[in-house]
């Protein structure tokens, strides 16, 4: 293998990197949603401390992209739109933090 | 990025901003200070409805944080926790509960360890009381309540030992409970005010 090459191979996972996740407000959303079941927006707001423009907008992105599901419920007899990863995004969310692991492992200085 | 980003100190400091409120505390504080006022009054038997009020004191709670802090359902590892919790908790009353009892049927007896248990006053019920609130400290990662704990025991056994007026055993916690409930309430309607009505559209529920 080349020198090229190899150094195509070193750097693959950065190429790799889901730039819907690897945004930062994203990231956060794709954190908070990965550790619970379910949440609702104010939920999302509080703990990102993002603003509301910025939370719907972020999500809108993260929902075309199959990573959040958005649905209406009752909860205790009160309706409430949760947000949840959907399979698809859990995964993406699982790769994603497999690769920037790589991505920082191969960032020595050595 | 030097810091690690650790998902599980992100989902406990999510799950632990719910007890921040204070509510919890004022409560507390309230159920102190009504048992010591009930003590005063020689009217300790209407402790009863107190306990009543406890369903009612979660009913607000669980409403208040939501209001604040948005709904959430935590991942099932930390709802199996909470449920194990509780039971533990259960477990713990139902003994303190029949400790109670023994407490009380001493105080109708003349045998050695009537009279012995008669003579420590209220210190058991005491410990009662502080178990019961380390218990629930530890188990729902609420470190203060067991200061609080810590607070009632001294409290109690100090009182004891100084021939203070029993009443003043609850009415003293009681009153640094409702201080701190009340401080940790500002506080945290301060970080957390009420969000004005949504703009329709957008994802906002």
């Given at each position: ?34 550790m ?21 907008s ?11 599901q ?6 205790d ?34 | ?28 504080g ?10 005063f ?14 369903p ?6 669980k409403s208040?944080?939501t ?25 713990i ?113």
């Amino acid at each position: 293998m080349g020198s090229k090459d190899k150094d195509k191979t070193d750097l693959q996972p950065i190429a790799d990197i889901d730039r819907i996740i690897h945004e930062p407000a994203r990231f956060m959303i794709m954190a908070y949603l990965y550790m619970v079941e379910s949440a609702d927006f104010l939920f999302l707001m509080r703990q990102t401390e993002l603003t509301r423009g910025n939370l719907s907008s972020h999500l809108t992105k993260l929902q075309e992209a199959g990573y959040v599901q958005i649905k209406k419920e009752f909860v205790d007899r009160i309706p409430r739109t949760l947000l949840r990863l959907t399979g698809k995004g859990r995964k993406a969310f699982s790769a994603y933090r497999r690769n920037m692991k790589q991505v920082l492992d191969k960032l020595s200085d050595r | 990025m030097e810091q690690k980003v650790n998902l599980q100190k992100i989902e406990r400091k999510a799950y632990l901003s719910y007890h921040q409120d204070g509510l919890w505390d004022i409560f507390l504080g309230v159920f102190f200070l009504g048992m010591g006022i009930l003590m005063f009054f020689n009217t300790i038997y209407l402790m009863g409805g107190m306990v009543a009020l406890v369903p009612v004191a979660i009913i607000i709670k669980k409403s208040f944080a939501t209001s604040r802090l948005g709904y959430v359902k935590f991942a099932p590892k930390r709802q199996t926790q909470e449920k194990k919790s509780r039971a533990k908790l259960t477990i713990i009353l139902t003994f303190t509960a029949i400790l109670g009892l023994v407490n009380f049927m001493a105080f109708s007896g003349k045998a050695e360890w009537q009279i012995w248990i008669k003579n420590l006053g209220i210190i058991p019920f005491g410990f009662v009381l502080s178990f019961v609130l380390g218990a629930v400290g530890l188990f729902f990662e609420m470190k203060r309540f067991v200061i609080y704990a810590g607070l009632i025991l001294v409290v109690f056994i100090a009182g004891h030992l100084t021939n203070t007026y029993p009443p003043a055993y609850f009415i003293l916690p009681g009153i640094i409970f409702l201080i701190v409930g009340l401080i940790m309430l500002i506080l945290f309607l301060h970080k957390y005010p009420r969000l004005k009505k949504e703009v329709p559209g957008g994802i906002q529920g």
